[in-house]
């Protein structure tokens, strides 16, 4: 399988930024990521009540909170009033609340942004696409356009976003239980993609092969241990996805030194 990846070593990618050393997907995580030398950052992205496109993984706040309140049902500044690292740690508390246009200022201009637009249920996930849609289109002076990456694991989502802005590169994420069933898909259907994303654990020769036969590049997540890395570099994929990018950009060092 060609790789695609610039001088032919895959992406290193934080999964939600360094996860591992800050609370996940806050300018704390994004920016001790990009103390390693990584080549991009994903993020989630959903949308508050009122529509401001924010930055967090789960539909509710259990996570940080222990509340099963709906991320959705809260206005962006009832979310901006919550402390989004203390459940992390103590010396995050604190931490705030990142929004889509906080996080493109910031971090765009630096490193290549793969934001998946979290397609929950109950939500108004087209709403959501334009507004994701629409930020983008005001990226920081200076931003390369290579930078930006949307992921989805809505091929539909991901196809209106297409279609209201074709200049960015598009990512299936696709269905991890059952990858394959995206070689099931007619060409058509999925020529407009620059890349697939699969789960390390379910990533096979077959799939690898068949997004290669389409010139789509393989990116592959969560690779935390050195097994997950090693089958991930043997498949030649193009990007891998780790929650441990110090220890990851490391532990490659180590095998190229």
């Given amino acids: 399988m060609p790789n695609h990846a610039q001088d032919g070593a895959p992406w290193l990618v934080a999964h939600r930024g ?3 050393e800050a609370p996940e997907n806050t300018r704390s995580a994004f920016d001790r990521a990009l103390a390693y ?4 950052i994903e ?5 508050s009540a009122d529509g401001v496109p924010v930055i967090y993984h789960d539909a509710t706040l259990w996570r940080i909170m222990r509340r099963r309140r709906r991320v959705a049902k809260m206005t962006a500044a009832q979310l901006a009033e919550l402390d989004w690292g203390r459940w992390f740690h103590g010396d995050f508390a604190g931490e705030p609340l990142l929004t889509l246009e906080q996080t493109l200022a910031r971090f765009a201009p630096r490193t290549r942004l793969l934001i998946e637009i979290k397609a929950l249920p109950k939500v108004d996930n087209h709403r959501l696409t334009h507004q994701v849609v629409a930020q983008l289109a005001n ?3 200076g931003t390369p356009p290579a930078h930006i990456l949307v992921l989805c694991f809505d091929l539909a989502v991901l196809r209106l ?3 209201l802005a074709p200049q960015w590169r598009y990512v299936y994420n696709v269905p991890g239980r059952q990858p394959e069933t995206v ?5 058509k259907e999925v020529d407009f993609l620059w890349a697939i994303d699969v789960p390390i654990g379910r990533l096979s020769r077959r799939l690898a092969d068949w997004a290669a036969d389409r010139n789509l590049r393989v990116c592959t997540y969560t690779c ?11 498949l030649g994929v193009d990007a891998i ?6 220890w990851l950009t490391g532990y490659l060092g180590q095998q190229m030194g």
């Fill in 139 to 141: 990226l920081p002076h």
């Fill in 183 to 187: 070689m099931r898909l007619p060409d």
């Fill in 161 to 163: 976003a297409h279609g």
């Fill in 241 to 246: 996805l780790t929650d441990r990018p110090g």
């Fill in 224 to 234: 935390n241990t050195a097994a997950q890395v090693q089958k991930a570099l043997g």
């Fill in 18 to 20: 360094a996860r591992d």
């Fill in 37 to 40: 030398p990584i080549d991009g």
């Fill in 43 to 47: 993020l989630d992205v959903q949308m």
